[in-house]
DNA sequence: CTGAAAGCGCTTACAG
DNA sequence: CTGAAAGCGCTTACAG
């Protein structure tokens, strides 16, 4: 087909050179099987427009023959650049955190990009360094960043300093467009609060998640707006501080099934403290959702596991994740680099009921 | 302190080269800087011995002073072998990966290694070519396969044809001694056992994860091994199959306590199942566990979540990652490979009582 | 549209 | 105990 300067062969294939072959090919091989230099070949694979349409072809056919794949080391070290992805997180829940890695990987099939983990410590003196060595050292292609260290704005800093690529997902818009994956947990208290409205509530309280998560705050304001459109308002008093725990979901029941006169709703941050509602109010006596509704937020597996499986606002976390990378690797010149905005929605279970009589 | 043969100083060097500097110290910096050749540089990474005292203290204090870490994939390319370890798995529960994960990364901390994750599924046509393009692509530097991927001996074959580091995490030993690290979940089978035949019970039963497990059947022998010790046994009629999942443990459970006579303590292979028990004793009007016991395994998050939390057998999925890690990247001549077992144990909480009288 | 040279930052033989 | 040369498998200038 044309002339190749040495034998039309791999040196030690032994077998078929993919199943079972003791050599994996290089770019050198693909070269001289296809007569051209290994820069024509390498134009092939970054594809570069300026190869010959008849060139490309045949090389294209002898990448495939041999199942030729670059390795992304030579070409991470040439590039300076890895062809890893990590995501760094500090997110306490697994569920969320495994919802999250599919996302990712769903973005990266095919791609030739992998996926590195580091889970890490906000209240790590080594923190922001342990960040950077682990980007610089592995000279990372981009970073994900899920809440809450995504909102936290010295690592965007430290990441836009050393010219690290990321993405950010929060509840919301934070950074520059292109950076940001935006969850609207605004969006989904308002849902939480209509349903409860609708179901005819009045005596309605929240608990709410960590000061330092973003989304608490997000959650509560947008179920006070929920409230606010059918003329209802939360005191002060109607909120109270957990911490997206189990056990404090336990402990903020404890205090609100107390009172008196007691809610005949509660609308908690996350499913883990829905869930420790429900168990607080089983050691009171209390059936939901007759005689109290529950309503949580995440949708994660918990919701289904317990007992009323639980009215709670679905957020789609792996398509998040998917979509995250999508924008890291994607082609630039594709589109302009908008914020990306999810929309979380309302699942009706069996913890929420009309207001009892 | 020793002649150098160029200025000591990197170039472009603005600031600290640590803090803020623009370009990273490379092998040749430090052996300019110390007035050696990179060879001998190279050879104090590798912890050569062939290295003087005082050359080698010399050269270790530019690589702190300059904060110097070596590149990895350049490192990788010249070895031919990254410095990658990958996390092949197809099991269901969050929490498990989550906490494998953790314990991974334990083992790998300081050591310059990075965990690149891999969910697969065996159910896939292109299973084990998935794999394969993996390993090979990325040079990895081993493979840590929990189970139920653990237990597929096509994967160890072709890890061992293609020269891959592997350890398999299983609950029998089914490999050589240094790929194995064996969870012994016959020893906690054994211990549910005796807390139940302890407690008084008689009508027993137990809930088994899928055939496709080997965990469900290491459970269930030593649950029968325990129970033999007092000279009880399980017939057939007292096993039925679940499928490690809640749902699974509901119907289970319903299907149980129909029964007449119903068994008054119920052993589960997982927690999740133990949870869905739990619920169909609710529906039945029982009382846990007045009526009834019951027994998990794993003691993972939903173990404490529930009403009542359960008693459950603890493994200690975390330290078994970090002690998988240790065992792949370790020091070969520190000590016989050997087969490395850990140990499950019994957590008594409140899903488990005497026998109703 | 295509290629020869030099280089990415390391290590492996091979000498001495 | 130490070093100069060649190479790992790619890419970036630079030519043509």
């Known amino acids: 087909m044309s002339p190749s300067k040495t034998p039309s062969t791999i040196p030690e294939e032994s077998e078929t050179g993919v199943e079972g072959g003791r050599r994996r090919a290089t770019i050198n091989d693909i070269a001289r099987l296809a007569g051209v ?9 970054n594809q570069s427009p300026f190869v010959r349409d008849e060139t490309r072809e045949r090389i294209e056919a002898v990448i495939a023959e041999w ?13 300076r650049r890895s062809f890893l992805i990590g995501m760094i997180y500090d997110n306490p829940n697994p569920q969320y955190v495994v919802n999250m890695q599919l996302g990712l990987l769903d973005g990266m099939r095919g791609s030739g990009f992998e996926l590195v983990v580091h889970p890490c410590n906000r209240a790590s003196p080594t923190f922001l360094t342990d960040i950077r060595a ?11 960043l899920p809440p809450s260290v995504s909102e936290d704005e010295r690592v965007a800093k430290l990441l836009n300093e050393i010219g690290c690529a990321y993405i ?5 818009e934070l950074d520059k467009p292109e950076h940001m994956i935006v969850g609207q947990d605004r969006m989904g208290g308002a849902q939480a609060a209509r349903h409860i409205v609708e179901l005819g509530h009045k005596r309605i309280a929240f608990i709410s998640g960590p000061e330092t998560f973003r989304s608490s705050h997000e959650r509560r304001g947008g179920f006070e707006d929920g409230l606010a459109e059918a ?3 939360l005191s002060p008093n109607d909120i ?8 404090s979901g336990v402990a903020c029941g404890d205090e ?9 709703a509660i609308f908690c941050g996350n499913d883990e403290m829905a869930a420790g509602v429900l168990q607080s109010a089983r050691k009171a006596g209390l059936s939901v959702p007759q005689d109290l509704t529950v309503v949580g937020f995440d949708d994660f597996q918990i919701a289904q596991a317990v007992w009323p499986p639980l009215t709670t606002i679905h957020t789609p976390t792996r398509e998040i994740g998917r979509i995250a990378v999508e924008k890291l690797i994607g082609d630039e010149r594709r589109e302009p ?11 009706i279970r069996q913890s929420s009921g009309p207001v009892p009589a």
Chains 1, 2 share one sequence.
């Open 37 to 45: 230099s290994k820069k024509t070949v390498s134009r092939v694979i």
């Open 256 to 264: 609100l099934l107390s009172r008196s006169p007691r809610p005949t």
């Open 134 to 144: 682990f980007v610089e050292r592995q000279k990372l292609f981009g970073v994900v």
């Open 67 to 79: 199942g030729y794949a670059p390795d992304p080391q030579a070409r991470g070290l040439a590039f």
């Open 240 to 247: 109270v501080q957990g911490a997206y725990t189990f056990e």
């Open 337 to 347: 680099r908008d914020v990306t905005k999810m929309e979380p929605n309302l699942v």
């Open 168 to 172: 950010r997902i929060a509840s919301v």
């Open 231 to 233: 003329g209802l308002s």
